[in-house]
Structure formats: structure tokens, C-alpha cells
Nanobody, 127 residues
Framework: QVQLVESGGGLVQTGGSLRVSCAAS????????MGWFRQAPGKEREFLAA????????VYAFFLAGRFTVSRDNAKNEVYLQMNSLNPEDTAVYYC????????????????????WGQGTQVTVSS
């Protein structure tokens, strides 16, 4: 069993930055892939980024154009998503998720690949 809790969401102005965090508990954190997704009202949940257990491999959604950076601190059992140059289209609930497939695992963008999800944290970007 893995529990995930996101934090760090809030209200930010266009052009601003925000870092959301995800704290994990349960099984060995460094052994599984972590992903970040978001869901805006009326839209499907979409993939943003994933990071391998060691942190050595990362993959991003192409549309982010380098604005977001995923990282993790295995000593703290946390994963982060640094978001820069935010705009109103980034307004959504942001979720972290854990993929417990035995490694080395590919960094997958499909929501079905992830076994556990956090409750989400709201990010609102004002114009």
C-alpha cells in the first residue's frame, strides 16, 4: 500500500512560478516511478512528467516546452514539480501517482499504468 499526499498548490499570477510536492509513505519509495498529471474542469486527466526511482531518467509532455521540471528526494520520500511561466491554461488539479511495476520500468504517460494516486492539489493561475 502506498499513500500519496500532494501539497503546494495555490493561486499565482500569470508568469509566476509554483512548486507542488508529493509526500509518499508505505513501500520503498526509491523503487518505483513517480508521475505528475493534471485535470482541468471538463477535461481528461493529462500526463505532465515522470521520473524514475533513482531520479536519473525523466520524461515530459511535449507541450510543456521546458516550463516544468520534475525531481525527487528519496531520503525524504518526496517528489516535486517545479512550474515556471505559468498561464491560465495551467489551471487544474495536480496529481502525483506511483507506478509500482518491477524495474527498471519505462516512464509511462498512460494513467492506467499508475497504481496509486494522491488526492490532488489545486493550482489556479490568474490572468
Amino acid at each position: 500500500q502506498v499513500q500519496l499526499v500532494e501539497s503546494g498548490g495555490g493561486l499565482v499570477q500569470t508568469g509566476g512560478s509554483l512548486r507542488v510536492s508529493c509526500a509518499a509513505s508505505g513501500r520503498t519509495f526509491s523503487s518505483y516511478v513517480m508521475g505528475w498529471f493534471r485535470q482541468a474542469p471538463g477535461k481528461e486527466r493529462e500526463f505532465l512528467a515522470a521520473i524514475s526511482g533513482s531520479g536519473g531518467r525523466k520524461v515530459y509532455a511535449f507541450f510543456l516546452a521546458g516550463r516544468f521540471t520534475v525531481s525527487r528526494d528519496n531520503a525524504k520520500n518526496e517528489v516535486y514539480l517545479q512550474m515556471n511561466s505559468l498561464n491560465p491554461e495551467d489551471t487544474a488539479v495536480y496529481y502525483c501517482a506511483a507506478d509500482l511495476a518491477p524495474g527498471p520500468s519505462p516512464l509511462r504517460s498512460d494513467t492506467k499504468a499508475y497504481d496509486y494516486w494522491g488526492q490532488g492539489t489545486q493550482v489556479t493561475v490568474s490572468s
